[in-house]
């Protein structure tokens, strides 16, 4: 009441004003009036002089059920050719119709979506979300759409899991950070993302993962920070802060953290996406350690949990998806850890789909049998207030006209949801401007930052004879496999066709991986199995590596079995997503590997059959351990001097 109070008295000496938001094509809404507390026309939830809870009760008593519903359902929405809302395949007579902008905001009250796809357009991309939030100002009750996004600030592109950058700025990956252990810089990173995140629209981001990398065969470890807990904690709440500040309000994002209670110790390191992969297991009873992360989120103000897809196997917890699991949702995250904030489910546990042609089943490990009702039921009992992947609100209002979830329940968690969106400030400023859009989003001043980030993660596993950094005269002859020749050549140097040709090579390599051709998992990008080059791989590297001498970097996503190259290339790097410039930058000594290893990085794939999936560091003889990382020798200790 206080606050009620004090606001009441700034705001009864200005004068009743109406704000308008325009769109892109000049059109103006009348959305969020701010007017004089005296004026009891206005709703309490319009009103930016009342408190947040006073404005979310008000909100919540005017909606139906099926709006509170809506609120309850996080699907995901494309952009249409040429930045125009894609309204998809509506047809009112089928019984689900995804896709469709107007049937899921108009008809069925949603307003929480995640972007998939590319921005390759910030102004663009603005615009479009403007296109979008028009729908949700046309409806009843004006509730301004949240977007949500994995992340988009890397190089890597997972269906599922990433985005490719775009007109983003492109920092290392998750690993990299950790790489350079720097807190400051991580939360820079995140700061400069959140800006350019709301700068087009982006409001939630569903991250950070801080899945602990003791798989190392997981598919997913690229977007993980490390195998070790301490360090994912203390590069997370500099994550956390950075795109929240330290209280949530109109210039942040709010964050998913995830996925509880650790997603990494999957069975064999299959992904729990895919049916082989549902199960999670701790034969080292190391649950514990992987909540580390999850603790310190709490402490860094995290506002938001996913648990992952997988079931438990082997434990004292139901054998059932995390998301369905009441012992892991409300007894362990809630109850024992005292998280209150808001819990969304992965995506699509309720509904087959079909993805790219591929049949998608439902991700209900441990539920595959029960309906589509019974499953909606037991996300919502177990504790979460958020489905994600479904646009079926359908499911919820049947669930209490039929008495199996009261209509408290579900405000309990709508109560969460809407608060947030007044803590974001959508029901003050919905709109963005395309314009200011443009001129933030990878400007000169954050792709100088994160250039540098590229440059300085590079990992130096291997130096023979200290060749690098590379001092070539002119006219020298390289070859090189996947590096821009434009840019060897701006440097004087001359590219060749053949490693019989050169004096020396450059492979920049993608990383070793089961393609998984024709099928889903394939399809979907996920880099899975082998940590080892296949043979004949090996065979074709071996050649270069007998021929000329060869700098190898490779893309590091996971803790991969190279001993092979190391033994035979004069030097090989780690890189956890950088540009071609960034990697000459480093090979030729304009910058510096400052990077050490975020985990093990293993012998063969016969040492990963050997680890337990959820204990750290158990690995037979790595080829190199967690910490790894050379560095250039001065040209002083290159010369051999004794004064260095």
Same mark, same amino acid.
């Given at each position: 009441m206080y606050c009620l109070i004090v606001l009441a008295l700034v705001t009864l000496s200005i004068s009743s004003t109406t704000s308008t938001a325009e769109t892109q094509d000049g059109r103006r809404f009348a959305v969020l009036p701010r007017q004089s507390a005296a004026n009891s026309s206005l709703p309490i939830y319009k009103d930016p002089s009342y408190c947040v809870d006073e404005r979310v009760e008000d909100l919540l008593s005017r909606m139906t059920l099926e709006e509170k519903c809506g609120q309850m359902f996080h699907m995901h929405m494309r952009i249409g050719a040429n930045y125009t809302v894609d309204e998809g395949n509506y047809d009112p007579d089928a019984p689900r119709n995804w896709n469709s902008t107007n049937n899921m905001v108009i008809d069925k009250h949603m307003t929480h979506f995640n972007l998939l796809g590319e921005i390759g357009d910030a102004r663009q991309g603005a615009a479009w979300f403007n296109l979008l939030q028009e729908r949700a100002m046309s409806t009843r009750l004006q509730i301004p759409i949240t977007l949500s996004t994995d992340p988009r600030h890397h190089q890597a592109n997972t269906i599922g899991a990433s985005v490719s950058p775009g007109a983003f700025t492109m920092w290392p990956e998750s690993l990299g950070l950790a790489a350079l252990r720097e807190p400051e810089l991580v939360r820079i990173m995140a700061d400069t993302a959140r800006e350019e995140y709301v700068a087009v629209g982006i409001r939630a981001a569903l991250h950070p993962q801080v899945d602990l990398a003791t798989e190392p065969r997981w598919a997913r470890i690229f977007n993980s920070w490390s195998e070790d807990a301490h360090l994912t904690a203390e590069m997370i709440v500099p994550y956390i802060k950075g795109f929240q500040g330290e209280t949530l309000g109109p210039n942040s994002v709010t964050t998913v953290t995830k996925h509880f209670p650790g997603g990494g110790s999957v069975m064999d390191g299959h992904d729990t996406h895919f049916d082989y992969g549902k199960n999670a297991t701790f034969p080292g009873n190391n649950l514990d350690y992987h909540l580390i992360p999850f603790r310190a989120a709490f402490e860094a103000g995290a506002r938001q949990i996913m648990p992952y897809y997988s079931r438990p196997i082997g434990t004292e917890f139901e054998p059932i998806g995390f998301a369905f699991n009441r012992q892991i949702v409300t007894e362990l995250l809630r109850e024992e850890m005292g998280f209150?904030?808001?819990?969304?489910?992965?995506?699509?546990?309720?509904?087959?789909?079909?993805?790219?042609?591929?049949?998608?089943?439902?991700?209900?490990?441990?539920?595959?049998?029960?309906?589509?009702?019974?499953?909606?039921?037991?996300?919502?009992?177990?504790?979460?207030?958020?489905?994600?992947?479904? %646009?079926?609100?359908?499911?919820?209002?049947?669930?209490?006209?039929?008495?199996? $979830?009261? +209509?408290? @329940?579900?405000?309990? *968690? =709508?109560?969460?949801?809407?608060?947030?969106?007044f803590l974001l400030g959508l029901f003050e400023k919905p709109f963005v401007d395309p314009e200011y859009a443009a001129e933030v989003v990878?400007?000169?001043?954050?792709?100088?930052?994160?250039?540098?980030?590229?440059?300085?993660?590079?990992?130096?596993?291997?130096?023979?004879?200290?060749?690098?950094?590379?001092?070539? %005269?002119?006219?020298?002859?390289?070859?090189?496999?996947?590096?821009?020749?434009? $840019?060897? +050549?701006? @440097?004087?140097?001359? *590219? =060749?066709?053949?490693?019989?040709?050169?004096?020396?090579?450059?492979?920049?390599?993608?990383?070793?991986?089961?393609?998984?051709?024709?099928?889903?998992?394939?399809?979907?990008?996920?880099?899975?199995?082998?940590?080892?080059?296949?043979?004949?791989?090996?065979?074709?590297?071996?050649?270069?590596?007998?021929?000329?001498?060869?700098?190898?970097?490779?893309?590091?996503?996971?803790?991969?079995?190279?001993?092979?190259?190391?033994e035979q290339a004069e030097a090989v790097f780690a890189s956890f997503g950088a540009t071609d410039e960034a990697f000459l930058d480093v090979v030729f000594g304009v910058a510096q590997p400052e990077g050490k290893l975020p985990f093990d990085m293993l012998r063969s794939n016969e040492a990963a059959e050997g680890q337990m999936e959820d204990v750290p560091f158990d690995t037979r003889d790595p080829v190199f351990k967690f910490g790894h990382g050379l560095r250039y020798k001065s040209p002083c200790e290159r010369r051999g001097g004794n004064r260095c």
């Open positions: 209150e904030g808001i819990v969304v489910s992965d995506w699509g546990l309720i509904t087959d789909v079909v993805t790219g042609g591929y049949p998608f089943p439902a991700r209900a490990w441990g539920m595959e049998d029960q309906s589509d009702e019974n499953r909606a039921f037991r996300i919502v009992d177990a504790g979460c207030d958020q489905l994600g992947g479904e %646009e079926r609100p359908e499911l919820l209002v049947e669930l209490v006209n039929a008495g199996r $979830l009261t +209509e408290e @329940r579900i405000d309990i *968690s =709508v109560r969460k949801l809407l608060k947030e969106k990878r400007n000169p001043y954050f792709r100088k930052l994160a250039e540098t980030a590229q440059r300085r993660s590079y990992t130096l596993l291997s130096n023979k004879g200290d060749v690098l950094p590379l001092n070539l %005269e002119s006219g020298t002859r390289i070859y090189s496999e996947n590096v821009n020749i434009t $840019l060897i +050549e701006a @440097r004087g140097f001359v *590219s =060749v066709q053949t490693p019989e040709e050169a004096e020396i090579a450059l492979l920049r390599l993608p990383p070793p991986y089961n393609p998984m051709n024709g099928t889903l998992t394939g399809f979907m990008g996920f880099r899975t199995g082998t940590l080892e080059y296949y043979d004949d791989e090996k065979a074709r590297q071996a050649a270069v590596y007998n021929t000329v001498p060869t700098v190898v970097d490779i893309y590091t996503n996971r803790p991969i079995a190279i001993p092979e190259v190391v």
